[in-house]
């Protein structure tokens, strides 16, 4: 650790990962959920649970990206943060807005929790990953433009460089494109219009962004290739994914109202999209390809490779897949979406806030360049782990979607929804084991934080 | 003209990074052209009947100008190889006027085909030559930015005979720009 402000990143990884384990816990009661309708009901009804399963895994990325930008922005401009203290406020802030909303869901009917937060004044709530409540939103908001305001100042007075500008122009993509989280209009089609603004100008426009800087970040630190090389294969590769995936976001616009040219458009631009996931991947081999150290961090390598091959395959590979508007025509809203979802989040924004983790906790913790070899190998086991378990749950869920498509919407005599879901069980018992072992993977990784032993010398 | 100031060129001429940019341009008009192909077949008659309606005549004069400002482009690339900065700047200029009056022609030819009440909507055919001659449309505007910051910075005498890799690079885009409104036009206006 360069700067002392760093520091302030620690708190955000920490409950990154606490928040992750939540998430996947959740993920494994919801996934029993399919098979077994009624385990923990009324307790925990399913809608509740996937809505505390999807929430928790953004709000959790949201803290892995503002610790990660916390931590680069101070190394990258060579200045101390601006202000830490408001950094670690506005941590405690977004860390209570958000447990209490999780506790929120969990305690009461999700009307009532309408009800009592006031979303009646600006109605906000009850849109597929906009539940929060509106307090909570702008809670969202607020962390989000104090963040931008302490990073950006910090930028102002120190070096500018390329990693850093696409960091910042994907995180106030990220906070601008939140506000239309605010706007509910009264017409279905034009909700769903500007609920994608959030969510695909999100996954598939500027967190690319972010994921592209943090990536470049650690391979810069990792290999030790000159800069100029690695901010030039940046620039092409945001490049390709705003010309992809801004129009792109008419993938979305197939069937929900809107004209007939989406189709066209959507198609068409969203079958680039994998091109900047492939581009990723063509560059991190290169890079380590042509490093000029090794570096004692092995475990962080690892997941900075991994990365850009998990996010083509799930992202590119498996979002290409459906999207076409004739092959959408069939696979709109199916187990096939669910796959592509599971896949790319955990390829593409898992992966990468693991990987600026791997690498920069071992240093916020004093150590001088990576964690033991002990621990390091428990948490490539906890690599292995998740990873392979989440390719066979993508894997059997794909399955699930391949079937449901033909039993539902293909067959001459096409089933109900519910009869289908029978026919498909055994994928998701299939789904539900390998969730199982992705959960142990992620004990294994919380595991090798407590794991000590003799630290990596660091190299020159 | 010497052979003296042509050292050994790099290929492809121009920084490496548009490159990358013009091969993925290309590959999204190749995209666009071949759902064109596709939509087409599906529906000969369609297409044919609302070619008519188009204006060939601006749309050969588009092409006449595009290829002329390529060929200034050309003209300025050669007069900075040597070392003439003010007349790069001057070919440059001229390329620039050129997209303009391809920008005017073509405003024009979409506010008659508006008036008509035609939209994306119509049908395929128009939906196809809205979209692909739009995004076109900004692709000269985008062209036409490089080329201006080209041009202010040769003025300064930013480029020599020895560093002109961003004269390259401009030239390399504007080529681009021109070889798809080539295989644009005949396709869209022409071919039946």
Redesign the interface.
Request: glycine share 0%; proline share 3%; charged share 10%.
């Given at each position: 650790m360069q700067y002392q402000s760093q520091a302030v990143a620690k708190p955000y990884f920490i409950a990154a990962i606490g928040l992750f384990v939540g998430q996947i816990v959740f993920g494994a009661i919801l996934g029993l959920q399919y098979v077994m309708g009624d385990f923990l009901f009324p307790e925990i009804p399913f809608n509740v649970a996937r809505m505390v399963h999807t929430n928790l895994l953004i709000v959790w990325l949201l803290f892995g990206f503002m610790g990660a930008a916390y931590y680069m922005v101070p190394e990258e401009t060579e200045t101390e943060l601006y202000s830490p203290k408001l950094a670690l406020i506005l941590f405690w802030v977004f860390l209570a807005a958000g447990v209490l909303t999780i506790i929120g869901y969990l305690a009461v009917p999700y009307a009532t929790l309408a009800q009592i937060t006031g979303n009646d004044l600006l109605p906000t709530m009850g849109r597929e990953f906009l539940e929060q409540p509106t307090i909570t939103k702008i809670g969202i908001v607020i962390v989000a433009l104090g963040m931008l305001f302490n990073i950006s100042m910090t930028v102002l007075k120190g070096r500018k460089t390329a990693i850093i500008m696409v960091l910042l122009l994907g995180l106030w993509g990220l906070a601008i494109f939140f506000l239309f989280s605010f706007y509910n209009p009264e017409n279905l089609v034009l909700d769903k219009i500007f609920w994608w603004w959030v969510v695909h100008l999100w996954v598939e426009g500027v967190w690319e962004l972010i994921l592209g800087s943090i990536l470049a970040f650690v391979l810069i630190k990792m290999t030790g290739v000159d800069r100029e090389i690695i901010e030039?294969w940046l620039?092409?590769i945001i490049?390709?994914a705003l010309?992809?995936g801004i129009i792109g976001t008419g993938h979305h616009y197939f069937w929900i109202g809107t004209?007939?040219?989406w189709q066209?458009?959507g198609?068409?631009?969203s079958?680039?999209e994998p091109?900047p996931f492939f581009?990723m991947v063509i560059f991190a081999f290169n890079m380590v390809n042509k490093r000029k150290r090794d570096h004692p961090n092995k475990a962080a390598m690892l997941w900075a490779m991994g990365t850009p091959v998990m996010a083509f395959l799930g992202a590119g590979v498996w979002g290409f897949m459906h999207t076409l508007a004739p092959v959408n025509y069939y696979t709109h809203g199916t187990q096939i979406t669910a796959a592509h979802g599971h896949m790319a989040f955990y390829g593409a924004y898992v992966m990468i806030v693991l990987a600026i983790i791997s690498y920069a906790m071992p240093l916020l913790r004093g150590r001088a360049a990576g964690n033991s070899k002990k621990a390091q190998i428990v948490e490539m086991w906890s690599f292995w782990l998740m990873t392979v378990s989440m390719v066979f749950i993508t894997l059997f869920l794909t399955g699930a979607g391949i079937l449901q498509v033909w039993l539902q919407r293909i067959n001459e005599n096409p089933m109900g929804f519910m009869e289908v879901q029978d026919k498909i069980a055994i994928f998701y018992w299939m789904r539900e084991v390998a969730g199982v072992i992705f959960l142990i993977g992620l004990i294994v990784y919380v595991t090798s934080f407590f794991i000590g032993g003799d630290e990596e010398e660091a190299s020159s | 003209m010497t052979q003296s100031h042509t050292k050994i060129s790099q290929y492809p001429p121009g920084d490496?990074?548009i490159w990358?940019?013009i091969y993925?341009?290309l590959?999204?008009f190749g995209?666009?052209f071949l759902?064109y192909a596709f939509?087409r077949s599906q529906n000969v008659e369609l297409f044919n009947e609302s070619q008519l309606n188009l204006n060939r005549i601006s749309g050969a004069i588009n092409t006449l100008i595009l290829i002329t400002s390529s060929y200034f482009v050309v003209r300025a690339v050669a007069a900075i190889r040597e070392n003439k900065s003010l007349l790069c700047a001057r070919w440059l200029l001229a390329a620039i006027v050129l997209a303009g009056a391809f920008i005017g022609i073509k405003l024009f030819e979409f506010i008659s085909i508006y008036s008509e009440g035609i939209s994306?909507?119509t049908n395929t055919f128009y939906?196809?030559y809205l979209?692909m001659t739009f995004f076109h449309f900004m692709h000269v505007i985008m062209g036409m930015v490089i080329l201006i910051a080209v041009m202010l910075k040769a003025k300064q005498g930013g480029y020599s005979n020895e560093d002109h890799t961003g004269v390259e690079t401009g030239a390399s885009y504007w080529h681009m720009v021109d070889l798809v409104w080539i295989i644009l036009f005949p396709l869209v206006y022409v071919m039946r």
């Open positions: 030039k620039y092409v490049a390709m010309i992809s004209p007939e040219y066209w458009w198609s068409i631009f079958a680039i091109i581009m | 490496f990074a990358i940019f993925a341009e590959l999204v995209i666009f759902s939509a994306l909507s939906m196809f979209s």
